[in-house]
């Protein structure tokens, strides 16, 4: 069988062209191609005998038959060259039916010795081979080839069925490709073993890496975006997003708006990179700049997403900051899954009631019932996430779990135990800073500072007898020697910065930059 494929298309976007066979035997695949660079079609992992399926890179052998149009010759599997059983009949018919036209042609010249004759009879010979090849080739190769998109539906690549193409373009350099294709594969051999990827070019051949699957495991070879987790304080969202990730990656506190960022959590997966944005909880805005940074913050988490979380607890009703935050998320035009956390908690099994009203106003996409305290309902919701995440490279290398940088994440770790250790309004008086951290052979040497609003807040962080903050420094250097998985010292000093939080300057130099107006 023979595949047009077209690198127009490639360059641009996904193709998926229904194959009539898989080199299992199997029938229900896709083939799918994707440009990934100029030069380099998007490999996947070689993951051959995946469960009920499988996945493995394959090499596409083909030919350039135009500008835009290649011509797959056959294709190399796992060090396995397969020339494709229609491709092989239709080299060897061609082969077959231009030997017996020499032959034809040989025998009138030995018979008549007629010039006339001789060119009659050749061009008798040409029209038969090219009547043979069109009939082998319009009967096998036209209903086999079915371009389909993710959907299953019809995309629009026309030249597969263009047999008249097909004639023009390969009968002439059939025998030409019929070597180099037999050239190419000991080529792509030898170079994947050298190189461990295959060589762009041999012999007028080209050569092309896809990622072969069954259709039912794998749609397409890569999907990513970005997914905000908006929602009022403490209804779980650093939970949910660490419960996703399986590490905890942000801070987590009973109190109200621990989280002070927007932390990106990065999912890898085979498939697919999703990257999470956990907010700060959205409220309405008060006098104090703290709370006006930390709803800018989340609104901007809300810019250039493909997927919102519009999280809610299994204790949720309306209120006026709903009111409020539903038409910011439904006006986004995004897919919105609406996730009702703390399952655990909802004993008198309230959930559906709960989701009611705010289904009602919110027109999710789907509703997901989740407790990021045991995980239950957390798989679901990660599926149909992924599955709304559109075709793309991923945004990050596939070892990358955050982009935030260390020396925020050391302060986060501290001030997560300020907020579980600190009664009342405290917390949200003391600002952390990394002052200096430096990374060796040894560990991570980190300096940190903990500013205070005011004088007597100082003596309340530090603790009878320095115990308090002693504590703090304690659990926090053990949580971020678990998550960091190497040696940790640290540091920490309290310090006054007198109204540090109604002061736009000093809280910009603390990372909380926030709008002047
Ligand atoms: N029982 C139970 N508690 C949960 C669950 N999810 C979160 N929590 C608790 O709820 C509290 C708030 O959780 P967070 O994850 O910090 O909530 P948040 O929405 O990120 O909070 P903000 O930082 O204020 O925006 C913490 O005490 C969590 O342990 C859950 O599924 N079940």
Same mark, same amino acid.
């Given at each position: 069988m023979f595949l047009v494929l077209e690198p127009h298309d490639l360059v641009h976007r996904d193709i998926c062209l229904r194959v009539?066979?898989?080199? $299992?035997?199997? $029938? $229900?695949g896709v083939l799918c191609v994707r440009r990934q660079r100029a030069e380099c079609i998007r490999v996947g992992e070689l993951d051959a005998g995946d469960g009920n399926g499988y996945r493995t890179d394959i090499v596409v052998v083909h030919q350039f038959i135009g500008q835009n149009t290649s011509l797959v010759l056959g294709w190399h599997e796992q060090g396995l060259a397969k020339i494709d059983d229609l491709g092989l009949l239709a080299l060897v018919v061609t082969l077959i039916v231009l030997v017996l036209a020499m032959c034809g042609v040989t025998f009138i010249v030995a018979a008549a010795g007629v010039a006339l004759g001789v060119l009659e009879a050749f061009l008798a010979a040409i029209a038969t081979t090219a009547g043979a090849l069109f009939a082998v080739l319009s009967h096998l190769v036209s209903p086999r080839m079915e371009p389909r998109d993710t959907n299953g539906d019809a995309v629009d690549v026309t030249l597969h069925d263009d047999v008249r193409l097909v004639l023009v373009k390969v009968v002439v350099p059939f025998l030409e490709d019929f070597f180099a294709l037999l050239n190419a594969f000991d080529i792509v051999d030898s170079h994947l073993d050298q190189h +461990?990827?295959?060589?762009?070019?041999?012999y007028g051949v080209h050569c092309t890496r896809v990622c072969l699957r069954r259709k039912s495991l794998y749609t397409f070879i890569m999907k990513s975006g970005f997914v905000s987790i908006f929602g009022k304080p403490s209804v779980g969202k650093s939970s949910l997003m660490n419960t996703i990730l399986g590490t905890k990656l942000s801070i987590v506190s009973p109190k109200q708006q621990t989280t002070w960022y927007n932390i990106l959590g990065i999912l890898n997966k085979k498939d697919a990179q999703v990257c999470f944005v956990d907010t700060p909880g959205y409220h309405k805005v008060s006098k104090s700049k703290l709370n006006k940074y930390l709803v800018e913050t989340a609104l901007q988490s809300l810019e250039d997403i493909e997927v919102v979380y519009f999280v809610i607890d299994q204790s949720a009703y309306p209120d006026a900051e709903y009111e409020e935050m539903i038409p910011i998320v439904t006006k986004l035009g995004k897919p919105i899954f609406l996730v009702v956390n703390?399952? =655990? @908690?909802d004993t008198a099994k309230r959930h559906d009631m709960v989701a009611a009203p705010f289904v009602e106003k919110l027109h999710p996409t789907a509703v997901f019932h989740v407790? &990021? &305290?045991?995980? &239950?309902?957390?798989s679901p919701l990660v599926k149909a996430t992924i599955d709304a995440m559109p075709v793309? +490279? /991923?945004?990050? $290398? =596939?070892?990358? @779990?955050?982009?935030? /940088?260390i020396e925020l994440i050391v302060a986060d770790t501290v001030r997560e135990q300020l907020f579980s250790r600190l009664q009342d309004e405290l917390p949200y008086s003391t600002a952390v800073v990394t002052d200096d951290i430096t990374e060796s052979a040894k560990g991570i040497r980190a300096m940190v500072s903990v500013y205070v609003a005011? =004088?007597?807040?100082k003596g309340m962080i530090i603790g009878k007898g320095g115990e308090l903050i002693a504590t703090i420094k304690d659990v926090a250097r053990k949580n971020l020697v678990h998550f960091l998985g190497e040696r940790v010292e640290l540091d920490v000093r309290v310090k006054v910065e007198k109204n540090w939080n109604r002061k736009l300057v000093t809280m910009k130099h603390f990372g909380l930059a926030v709008s002047k107006k």
């Amino acid at each position: 069988m023979f595949l047009v494929l077209e690198p127009h298309d490639l360059v641009h976007r996904d193709i998926c062209l229904r194959v009539a066979e898989f080199l $299992d035997g199997s $029938d $229900d695949g896709v083939l799918c191609v994707r440009r990934q660079r100029a030069e380099c079609i998007r490999v996947g992992e070689l993951d051959a005998g995946d469960g009920n399926g499988y996945r493995t890179d394959i090499v596409v052998v083909h030919q350039f038959i135009g500008q835009n149009t290649s011509l797959v010759l056959g294709w190399h599997e796992q060090g396995l060259a397969k020339i494709d059983d229609l491709g092989l009949l239709a080299l060897v018919v061609t082969l077959i039916v231009l030997v017996l036209a020499m032959c034809g042609v040989t025998f009138i010249v030995a018979a008549a010795g007629v010039a006339l004759g001789v060119l009659e009879a050749f061009l008798a010979a040409i029209a038969t081979t090219a009547g043979a090849l069109f009939a082998v080739l319009s009967h096998l190769v036209s209903p086999r080839m079915e371009p389909r998109d993710t959907n299953g539906d019809a995309v629009d690549v026309t030249l597969h069925d263009d047999v008249r193409l097909v004639l023009v373009k390969v009968v002439v350099p059939f025998l030409e490709d019929f070597f180099a294709l037999l050239n190419a594969f000991d080529i792509v051999d030898s170079h994947l073993d050298q190189h +461990e990827k295959p060589p762009m070019k041999s012999y007028g051949v080209h050569c092309t890496r896809v990622c072969l699957r069954r259709k039912s495991l794998y749609t397409f070879i890569m999907k990513s975006g970005f997914v905000s987790i908006f929602g009022k304080p403490s209804v779980g969202k650093s939970s949910l997003m660490n419960t996703i990730l399986g590490t905890k990656l942000s801070i987590v506190s009973p109190k109200q708006q621990t989280t002070w960022y927007n932390i990106l959590g990065i999912l890898n997966k085979k498939d697919a990179q999703v990257c999470f944005v956990d907010t700060p909880g959205y409220h309405k805005v008060s006098k104090s700049k703290l709370n006006k940074y930390l709803v800018e913050t989340a609104l901007q988490s809300l810019e250039d997403i493909e997927v919102v979380y519009f999280v809610i607890d299994q204790s949720a009703y309306p209120d006026a900051e709903y009111e409020e935050m539903i038409p910011i998320v439904t006006k986004l035009g995004k897919p919105i899954f609406l996730v009702v956390n703390k399952l =655990d @908690l909802d004993t008198a099994k309230r959930h559906d009631m709960v989701a009611a009203p705010f289904v009602e106003k919110l027109h999710p996409t789907a509703v997901f019932h989740v407790s &990021a &305290a045991t995980g &239950a309902g957390v798989s679901p919701l990660v599926k149909a996430t992924i599955d709304a995440m559109p075709v793309g +490279e /991923p945004y990050f $290398d =596939d070892k990358t @779990l955050t982009s935030h /940088p260390i020396e925020l994440i050391v302060a986060d770790t501290v001030r997560e135990q300020l907020f579980s250790r600190l009664q009342d309004e405290l917390p949200y008086s003391t600002a952390v800073v990394t002052d200096d951290i430096t990374e060796s052979a040894k560990g991570i040497r980190a300096m940190v500072s903990v500013y205070v609003a005011k =004088d007597s807040q100082k003596g309340m962080i530090i603790g009878k007898g320095g115990e308090l903050i002693a504590t703090i420094k304690d659990v926090a250097r053990k949580n971020l020697v678990h998550f960091l998985g190497e040696r940790v010292e640290l540091d920490v000093r309290v310090k006054v910065e007198k109204n540090w939080n109604r002061k736009l300057v000093t809280m910009k130099h603390f990372g909380l930059a926030v709008s002047k107006k």
